[in-house]
């Protein structure tokens, strides 16, 4: 265990936590919403602090991060724990764990280690992913701290739920966001997965802000948040706050406790994909359809193709310093040739 961060004590040994936009009030010897941060006392316990109960080194196309280094490696970590209760979590069996089995496991790395681990596996950045990296903030802000004085990069897979404090203490270590806006319906954030729509917008205008480079993903789900009104909402926002972003547009399989909708139909993500673009944006792909077009990227101002991938996968990158090597249109991003 270790003290968290970001968060003020109150009268009678209760604290709010000041980590993520629910704000927690914690009575001595309760948890937070996010089941590992602990009042002990009236002191804020991290209970998952090094406790890591996934690592893997992944692609990095499978953030999905399509426009930072593509065809790199990333060491990818997570404890578990979540501050949101989404239905169709695909990773509930740990993102839910200390709610749902009351159980908190894992094994215990330090922040040194985790980068040794990513050096090992020659991966050029630490992804914080598969849970919510929010709620093992120290962890992650220790781990990236480490990371970046050896050459590594951070990145953050992330509902978007912190606080613009929890960004301030994090933004100079971190490099890169894939963020889910898992709708553009105040309802359907509620009923959906226990949160609210604004604070997600906010941080996605923030992390632009900041300069740090952002995707952002929206796992479409048939009857929910698939209408065409709400996703013209949706891109149009993306849109107005930077058209160079690239929007992930995913398709559905029912799992956890989600499973009374279909998989989403392959012609309605090609839909959404017309959407993004009618909308005004320059990047859009598609999620979950291996071999579709829409895995591609193709120059915004001149088409042509330039990265072809198939699932995970790089198989050609003809991008060389940002440029476009068509028409010399400056493609947004974070790029290296692929060697």
Known sequence: MKEASLYDRMENEKIRCRLCNHRCVVKP???????????????????????IIAGHCDPIEK????????????????????????????????????????RIV???????EIVRQALRYGAQ????????????FETAADTARIAVSKGLKNVFVSNGYMT???????HPDLHAANVDLKAFSDRFYKEQCGARLKPVLDTIKTMREMGVWLEVTTLLIPGLND???????????LAETDPGIPWHISRFHPTYRLTDRPMTPIQSVRRARDIGY????????????????????????CRTPLIERLGFRVNWNRIADGICPECGA????????IH
């Not at 404890?79 to 839910?96: H, L, M, P």
């Not at 894992?106 to 040194?112: A, I, L, Q, V």
């Open 29 to 51: 010897g309760a948890r937070g919403l996010c089941g590992v941060r602990e009042n002990r006392g009236g002191t804020l316990m991290s209970l998952v602090y090094g406790k």
């Open 278 to 301: 009618e909308a005004g944006l320059q990047y859009v792909y598609t999620g979950n359809v291996p071999g579709d077009e829409g895995e591609n990227t193709f120059c915004h101002n």
């Open 106 to 112: 894992g094994e215990d790395m330090s922040p040194e």
């Open 227 to 237: 209408s065409q009104e709400e996703l013209k909402e949706l891109a149009r926002f």
């Open 164 to 170: 613009r404090d929890c960004l301030e203490e994090i």
């Open 125 to 136: 950045s630490i992804s914080y992913t598969y849970t919510e990296p929010t709620v093992y």
């Open 63 to 102: 953030k999905p991060l399509f426009h930072f280094f593509p065809g790199t490696r990333s060491y990818s970590i997570a404890t578990v724990g979540c501050n949101f209760r989404c239905t169709f979590c695909q990773n509930a069996d740990i993102s839910q764990m200390p709610v749902d089995q009351n």
């Open 330 to 337: 400056a493609v947004p991003g974070v790029w290296q040739e």
